[in-house]
Protein backbone atom coordinates (compact mmCIF):
# COMPACT_ATOMS: atom_id res chain seq x y z
CA UNK A 1 0.00 0.00 0.00
CA UNK A 2 1.53 2.77 -1.40
CA UNK A 3 0.46 6.09 1.09
CA UNK A 4 1.95 8.97 -1.18
CA UNK A 5 -0.94 11.03 -2.81
CA UNK A 6 -0.82 11.56 -6.17
CA UNK A 7 -0.02 14.93 -7.64
CA UNK A 8 -3.92 15.72 -7.73
CA UNK A 9 -4.93 14.56 -3.71
CA UNK A 10 -1.33 17.03 -3.01
CA UNK A 11 -2.98 19.83 -4.74
CA UNK A 12 -6.35 19.08 -2.86
CA UNK A 13 -4.26 18.89 0.26
CA UNK A 14 -2.43 21.60 -0.17
CA UNK A 15 -5.51 23.68 -1.39
CA UNK A 16 -7.58 22.39 1.41
CA UNK A 17 -4.94 23.29 4.27
CA UNK A 18 -4.25 27.05 2.82
CA UNK A 19 -8.54 27.05 2.67
CA UNK A 20 -8.77 26.13 6.27
CA UNK A 21 -5.91 28.27 7.23
CA UNK A 22 -7.16 31.49 6.21
CA UNK A 23 -10.77 31.04 7.01
CA UNK A 24 -11.23 28.71 10.06
CA UNK A 25 -8.31 30.22 12.45
CA UNK A 26 -8.85 29.35 16.27
CA UNK A 27 -10.62 33.34 16.83
CA UNK A 28 -13.57 31.76 14.16
CA UNK A 29 -13.54 28.36 16.28
CA UNK A 30 -13.93 30.25 19.50
CA UNK A 31 -16.27 32.82 18.06
CA UNK A 32 -18.76 29.62 17.17
CA UNK A 33 -18.60 29.02 20.60
CA UNK A 34 -20.43 27.29 22.55
CA UNK A 35 -22.99 25.99 19.98
CA UNK A 36 -19.83 24.62 17.99
CA UNK A 37 -21.41 25.58 14.65
CA UNK A 38 -20.41 28.40 12.16
CA UNK A 39 -23.21 28.58 9.20
CA UNK A 40 -21.29 31.22 7.29
CA UNK A 41 -18.41 28.83 7.01
CA UNK A 42 -20.95 25.74 6.50
CA UNK A 43 -21.96 27.58 3.55
CA UNK A 44 -18.29 28.34 2.34
CA UNK A 45 -17.26 24.41 2.07
CA UNK A 46 -20.63 23.71 0.70
CA UNK A 47 -19.57 26.15 -2.23
CA UNK A 48 -16.41 24.07 -2.78
CA UNK A 49 -18.22 20.73 -2.94
CA UNK A 50 -16.64 19.42 0.54
CA UNK A 51 -19.65 17.28 1.73
CA UNK A 52 -20.59 15.67 -1.62
CA UNK A 53 -16.80 15.29 -2.80
CA UNK A 54 -17.05 11.47 -2.24
CA UNK A 55 -20.80 11.55 -4.00
CA UNK A 56 -20.48 10.14 -8.00
CA UNK A 57 -20.26 12.86 -10.46
CA UNK A 58 -23.78 11.77 -11.89
CA UNK A 59 -25.19 12.26 -9.00
CA UNK A 60 -23.92 15.76 -8.07
CA UNK A 61 -21.22 15.37 -6.16
CA UNK A 62 -17.13 14.99 -6.64
CA UNK A 63 -16.69 12.04 -7.64
CA UNK A 64 -13.66 11.46 -5.39
CA UNK A 65 -12.59 8.64 -3.55
CA UNK A 66 -12.99 7.83 0.58
CA UNK A 67 -8.83 8.84 0.59
CA UNK A 68 -9.84 12.10 -0.87
CA UNK A 69 -12.61 12.39 1.67
CA UNK A 70 -10.37 11.54 4.08
CA UNK A 71 -8.00 14.81 3.23
CA UNK A 72 -10.55 16.86 3.77
CA UNK A 73 -11.32 15.28 7.74
CA UNK A 74 -7.77 15.41 8.38
CA UNK A 75 -7.92 19.40 7.76
CA UNK A 76 -11.12 19.48 10.07
CA UNK A 77 -9.29 17.88 13.01
CA UNK A 78 -6.18 20.20 12.51
CA UNK A 79 -8.45 23.54 12.68
CA UNK A 80 -10.87 21.74 14.56
CA UNK A 81 -13.24 23.56 12.24
CA UNK A 82 -16.95 24.35 13.59
CA UNK A 83 -18.85 22.60 10.76
CA UNK A 84 -19.95 19.41 10.56
CA UNK A 85 -18.20 17.87 7.07
CA UNK A 86 -17.74 14.36 8.40
CA UNK A 87 -21.15 13.23 9.58
CA UNK A 88 -22.70 15.30 6.38
CA UNK A 89 -20.06 13.30 4.43
CA UNK A 90 -21.42 10.31 5.35
CA UNK A 91 -24.76 11.03 5.24
CA UNK A 92 -24.72 12.23 2.38
CA UNK A 93 -22.74 9.30 0.46
CA UNK A 94 -25.06 6.94 2.24
CA UNK A 95 -28.48 9.05 0.29
CA UNK A 96 -26.53 8.40 -2.86
CA UNK A 97 -26.37 4.71 -2.48
CA UNK A 98 -29.70 4.73 -1.31
CA UNK A 99 -30.80 6.77 -4.49
CA UNK A 100 -32.75 8.95 -2.44
CA UNK A 101 -31.88 11.52 -5.62
CA UNK A 102 -34.15 14.63 -3.48
CA UNK A 103 -32.83 14.28 -0.18
CA UNK A 104 -29.17 14.19 -1.82
CA UNK A 105 -30.20 16.85 -3.99
CA UNK A 106 -31.07 19.30 -1.15
CA UNK A 107 -27.95 18.00 0.60
CA UNK A 108 -25.77 18.45 -1.86
CA UNK A 109 -27.00 22.13 -2.31
CA UNK A 110 -26.26 22.88 1.46
CA UNK A 111 -28.46 21.15 3.88
CA UNK A 112 -27.02 19.80 6.58
CA UNK A 113 -27.59 15.93 6.27
CA UNK A 114 -26.38 13.63 9.29
CA UNK A 115 -26.78 9.85 10.93
CA UNK A 116 -27.11 8.82 14.12
CA UNK A 117 -24.03 6.95 16.12
CA UNK A 118 -26.23 5.75 18.71
CA UNK A 119 -29.67 3.29 18.54
CA UNK A 120 -32.41 5.52 19.23
CA UNK A 121 -34.25 4.34 22.46
CA UNK A 122 -37.94 4.99 23.26
CA UNK A 123 -38.77 6.69 20.31
CA UNK A 124 -35.72 9.19 20.13
CA UNK A 125 -32.23 9.44 18.75
CA UNK A 126 -29.78 11.08 21.83
CA UNK A 127 -27.01 13.05 20.72
CA UNK A 128 -27.53 13.44 16.94
CA UNK A 129 -23.74 14.72 15.59
CA UNK A 130 -24.74 17.90 13.87
CA UNK A 131 -28.50 17.30 15.71
CA UNK A 132 -28.57 20.94 17.36
CA UNK A 133 -28.41 22.00 13.25
CA UNK A 134 -29.59 19.30 10.58
CA UNK A 135 -32.03 20.00 8.09
CA UNK A 136 -32.11 15.60 7.36
CA UNK A 137 -31.31 13.17 9.53
CA UNK A 138 -30.58 9.28 8.84
CA UNK A 139 -31.11 6.37 11.42
CA UNK A 140 -32.36 2.93 12.12
CA UNK A 141 -35.88 2.35 13.05
CA UNK A 142 -37.01 -0.37 15.50
CA UNK A 143 -37.74 -2.93 12.70
CA UNK A 144 -34.46 -2.09 10.23
CA UNK A 145 -35.39 -0.10 8.26
CA UNK A 146 -33.46 3.50 7.33
CA UNK A 147 -35.10 6.14 8.15
CA UNK A 148 -35.01 9.98 6.78
CA UNK A 149 -36.03 12.40 9.18
CA UNK A 150 -37.19 16.06 8.73
CA UNK A 151 -38.92 17.92 11.04
CA UNK A 152 -38.77 21.91 9.47
CA UNK A 153 -36.22 23.39 12.31
CA UNK A 154 -33.32 25.32 11.22
CA UNK A 155 -31.97 25.07 15.13
CA UNK A 156 -33.09 22.89 18.37
CA UNK A 157 -31.68 23.05 22.01
CA UNK A 158 -27.93 21.88 22.25
CA UNK A 159 -26.96 20.50 25.93
CA UNK A 160 -23.58 21.74 26.56
CA UNK A 161 -21.11 19.16 26.05
CA UNK A 162 -17.06 19.02 26.53
CA UNK A 163 -16.45 19.31 22.99
CA UNK A 164 -18.63 21.97 21.95
CA UNK A 165 -20.60 19.89 19.28
CA UNK A 166 -23.79 21.18 17.85
CA UNK A 167 -25.87 17.92 19.11
CA UNK A 168 -28.98 17.21 20.07
CA UNK A 169 -31.69 14.96 20.50
CA UNK A 170 -34.61 14.07 17.88
CA UNK A 171 -38.10 12.97 18.76
CA UNK A 172 -38.73 10.50 15.76
CA UNK A 173 -42.88 10.47 16.59
CA UNK A 174 -42.20 14.55 15.82
CA UNK A 175 -41.21 14.12 12.69
CA UNK A 176 -41.83 13.69 8.63
CA UNK A 177 -40.59 10.41 8.07
CA UNK A 178 -39.29 8.79 4.56
CA UNK A 179 -38.59 5.26 4.53
CA UNK A 180 -35.46 4.64 2.20
CA UNK A 181 -34.60 1.23 2.46
CA UNK A 182 -35.97 -2.27 4.46
CA UNK A 183 -34.74 -5.14 5.70
CA UNK A 184 -30.68 -6.47 5.03
CA UNK A 185 -30.28 -3.73 2.64
CA UNK A 186 -31.05 -0.96 4.85
CA UNK A 187 -29.01 -2.49 7.97
CA UNK A 188 -25.87 -3.09 5.40
CA UNK A 189 -26.47 0.21 4.09
CA UNK A 190 -26.64 2.31 7.62
CA UNK A 191 -23.45 -0.17 9.20
CA UNK A 192 -21.79 1.16 6.10
CA UNK A 193 -22.66 4.68 6.56
CA UNK A 194 -21.30 4.35 10.45
CA UNK A 195 -17.91 2.46 9.14
CA UNK A 196 -17.44 5.55 6.92
CA UNK A 197 -17.39 8.17 9.76
CA UNK A 198 -15.53 5.73 12.02
CA UNK A 199 -12.94 6.05 9.40
CA UNK A 200 -13.08 9.91 8.25
CA UNK A 201 -13.69 10.37 12.39
CA UNK A 202 -9.64 8.49 12.71
CA UNK A 203 -8.57 10.80 10.11
CA UNK A 204 -10.15 14.62 12.43
CA UNK A 205 -8.51 12.44 14.96
CA UNK A 206 -5.08 12.27 13.68
CA UNK A 207 -5.37 16.14 12.45
CA UNK A 208 -6.01 17.20 15.90
CA UNK A 209 -2.54 15.00 17.47
CA UNK A 210 -0.69 16.82 14.49
CA UNK A 211 -1.87 20.06 15.58
CA UNK A 212 -1.27 19.67 19.33
CA UNK A 213 2.13 18.48 18.31
CA UNK A 214 3.25 21.11 16.59
CA UNK A 215 1.37 23.44 19.46
CA UNK A 216 3.79 21.35 21.94
CA UNK A 217 6.91 21.69 19.89
CA UNK A 218 6.52 25.30 19.04
CA UNK A 219 5.92 25.92 23.30
CA UNK A 220 8.76 24.19 24.55
CA UNK A 221 10.96 26.24 22.67
CA UNK A 222 10.84 29.11 24.13
CA UNK A 223 9.69 27.99 27.32
CA UNK A 224 12.60 27.85 30.13
CA UNK A 225 13.16 25.88 33.37
CA UNK A 226 16.48 26.44 35.49
CA UNK A 227 17.80 29.06 32.02
CA UNK A 228 17.53 26.47 29.72
CA UNK A 229 14.77 25.94 27.65
CA UNK A 230 12.63 23.01 27.97
CA UNK A 231 13.09 21.34 24.50
CA UNK A 232 16.54 20.61 25.51
CA UNK A 233 15.66 18.16 28.31
CA UNK A 234 15.76 14.41 27.09
CA UNK A 235 12.66 13.38 28.24
CA UNK A 236 10.66 15.96 26.71
CA UNK A 237 12.08 15.27 23.37
CA UNK A 238 11.41 11.34 24.18
CA UNK A 239 7.46 12.37 24.78
CA UNK A 240 7.07 14.02 21.79
CA UNK A 241 8.84 11.79 19.37
CA UNK A 242 6.77 9.14 21.26
CA UNK A 243 3.96 11.06 19.98
CA UNK A 244 4.88 11.72 16.66
CA UNK A 245 5.77 8.05 16.29
CA UNK A 246 2.37 7.00 17.06
CA UNK A 247 0.44 9.79 15.03
CA UNK A 248 2.51 8.09 12.21
CA UNK A 249 1.24 4.55 12.99
CA UNK A 250 -2.40 6.28 13.37
CA UNK A 251 -2.44 7.82 10.21
CA UNK A 252 -1.17 4.62 8.53
CA UNK A 253 -3.84 2.75 10.28
CA UNK A 254 -6.66 5.13 8.76
CA UNK A 255 -5.54 5.64 5.08
CA UNK A 256 -5.72 1.39 5.03
CA UNK A 257 -9.16 1.97 6.71
CA UNK A 258 -10.07 4.73 3.70
CA UNK A 259 -8.78 2.23 1.18
CA UNK A 260 -10.26 -0.94 2.45
CA UNK A 261 -13.23 0.41 2.84
CA UNK A 262 -13.30 1.53 -1.10
CA UNK A 263 -11.80 -1.45 -2.55
CA UNK A 264 -15.37 -3.00 -0.24
CA UNK A 265 -12.82 -5.39 1.71
CA UNK A 266 -13.90 -7.72 3.53
CA UNK A 267 -11.55 -6.43 6.72
CA UNK A 268 -13.17 -3.00 6.12
CA UNK A 269 -15.34 -2.80 8.71
CA UNK A 270 -12.51 -4.32 11.91
CA UNK A 271 -9.94 -1.46 10.34
CA UNK A 272 -12.57 1.10 11.03
CA UNK A 273 -12.80 0.04 14.06
CA UNK A 274 -9.36 0.06 14.85
CA UNK A 275 -8.71 3.23 13.50
CA UNK A 276 -11.27 5.19 14.90
CA UNK A 277 -9.93 3.74 18.57
CA UNK A 278 -6.18 4.31 18.28
CA UNK A 279 -6.48 7.72 16.41
CA UNK A 280 -8.89 8.73 19.06
CA UNK A 281 -6.23 7.36 21.85
CA UNK A 282 -3.23 8.56 20.19
CA UNK A 283 -5.14 12.52 19.69
CA UNK A 284 -5.50 12.33 24.03
CA UNK A 285 -2.21 11.60 24.49
CA UNK A 286 -0.88 14.07 22.17
CA UNK A 287 -2.74 16.99 23.23
CA UNK A 288 -2.30 15.72 26.64
CA UNK A 289 1.42 15.44 26.60
CA UNK A 290 1.66 19.15 24.71
CA UNK A 291 -0.99 20.69 27.72
CA UNK A 292 1.51 19.14 30.10
CA UNK A 293 4.55 21.16 28.37
CA UNK A 294 2.64 24.42 28.66
CA UNK A 295 2.37 23.63 32.64
CA UNK A 296 -0.33 25.71 34.09
CA UNK A 297 -1.13 27.69 31.10
CA UNK A 298 -2.52 25.12 29.73
CA UNK A 299 -5.21 25.13 31.37
CA UNK A 300 -6.22 28.22 30.75
CA UNK A 301 -8.91 29.44 27.96
CA UNK A 302 -6.64 31.73 26.17
CA UNK A 303 -3.82 29.09 24.96
CA UNK A 304 -5.48 27.17 21.96
CA UNK A 305 -4.15 23.96 23.39
CA UNK A 306 -7.63 23.19 25.64
CA UNK A 307 -9.17 23.68 22.16
CA UNK A 308 -7.91 20.26 20.83
CA UNK A 309 -7.74 18.54 24.07
CA UNK A 310 -11.81 18.82 24.84
CA UNK A 311 -12.14 17.50 21.36
CA UNK A 312 -9.76 14.84 21.66
CA UNK A 313 -11.55 13.35 24.48
CA UNK A 314 -15.21 14.17 23.40
CA UNK A 315 -15.30 13.15 19.94
CA UNK A 316 -13.56 10.18 21.38
CA UNK A 317 -16.93 9.26 23.10
CA UNK A 318 -19.34 10.06 20.27
CA UNK A 319 -19.92 6.28 19.61
CA UNK A 320 -20.47 5.61 23.45
CA UNK A 321 -17.84 3.55 25.65
CA UNK A 322 -14.88 2.85 24.63
CA UNK A 323 -14.79 -0.64 25.55
CA UNK A 324 -17.92 -1.78 23.25
CA UNK A 325 -16.02 -0.33 20.28
CA UNK A 326 -13.26 -2.60 21.32
CA UNK A 327 -15.38 -5.47 21.26
CA UNK A 328 -16.13 -4.85 18.28
CA UNK A 329 -13.22 -5.27 16.91
CA UNK A 330 -12.89 -8.81 18.63
CA UNK A 331 -16.12 -10.06 17.30
CA UNK A 332 -15.21 -8.93 13.82
CA UNK A 333 -11.31 -10.56 13.94
CA UNK A 334 -12.76 -13.33 15.37
CA UNK A 335 -16.20 -13.98 13.39
CA UNK A 336 -18.14 -14.00 17.12
CA UNK A 337 -20.91 -12.47 18.32
CA UNK A 338 -20.05 -9.27 20.42
Same mark, same amino acid.
Given at each position: ?????????????????????????????????????? +????????????????????????????????????????????????????????????????????????????????????????????????????????????????????????????????????????????????????????? +???????????????????????????????????????????????????????????????????????????????????????????????????????????????????????????????????????????????????
Amino acid at each position: MDLALAEDQQALADHLRAFMEKQCPTSRVRAAEPLGFD +RELWHEVVEMGLPAIAVPDELGGGGASLEELGLVALEVGRHVAPVPLIEASAATNLLARCGATDLLGAAVDGAVATITLLAPEDGVARLVPAGAVADIVLTLGDYGELLALRDGRSERPSPSNLGTAPIADWDLGACDTTVLATGDAATTAFT +RALDEWRALQAMAQIGIAQRALDLGVEYVKQRRAFGVLVGWFQSVQHRLAEVATRIEGAELLAHEALWALDGDEPDAAALASMAFLFASETAYQSCSESLQFHGGYGFTLEYDIQLYLRRAKAWSLALGDPHAEHRRVASLLLGVEA
